[in-house]
């Protein structure tokens, strides 16, 4: 305990972490609306198959163009529409990290 009775600094450095903590709590909110606003889109099959999310990674969008569709080969279908997602959920996961203030994604 420090001779003006706190404990290790003074109340000048509390207030500087109480702002830099608004200012990271303002960042993360923009962030996530900007999240919340973003389409992204994967493709498979020469674009046969297209998947659209939001930058929270929740399910906006599915085409599938007629020709994707074969009756005897369900699988290649099922294998395209996983491709896409997962090419859209790459890209919901790079903006995620380019948005979010550093150091924060680890919290999330």
């Known amino acids: 305990m420090s001779k003006y009775g ?3 600094g003074g109340g ?3 207030q500087a972490m109480m702002k830099q903590a608004q200012k990271l709590q303002e960042q993360m909110a923009a962030a996530q609306q900007e ?3 973003t389409e992204l889109t994967g493709e498979s099959g020469g674009g046969l198959v297209s998947v659209t999310i939001d930058g929270k990674k ?10 994707a ?17 997962n090419e859209a959920f790459a890209a919901a ?12 994604n680890g919290l999330m």
Do not use: H, T
Request: no cysteine; glycine share 6%; net charge negative.
């Open 35 to 37: 999240l919340e606003d």
């Open 93 to 104: 996961e790079e903006l995620e990290e380019e948005l979010m203030p550093a150091g924060i």
């Open 69 to 85: 569709v074969d009756l005897d080969d369900l699988e290649m279908l099922e294998d395209l529409i996983l491709a896409a997602y």
């Open 58 to 67: 929740r399910l906006q969008r599915l085409s599938i163009k007629p020709e």
């Open 12 to 14: 000048m450095n509390m």
């Open 6 to 8: 706190g404990y290790g």
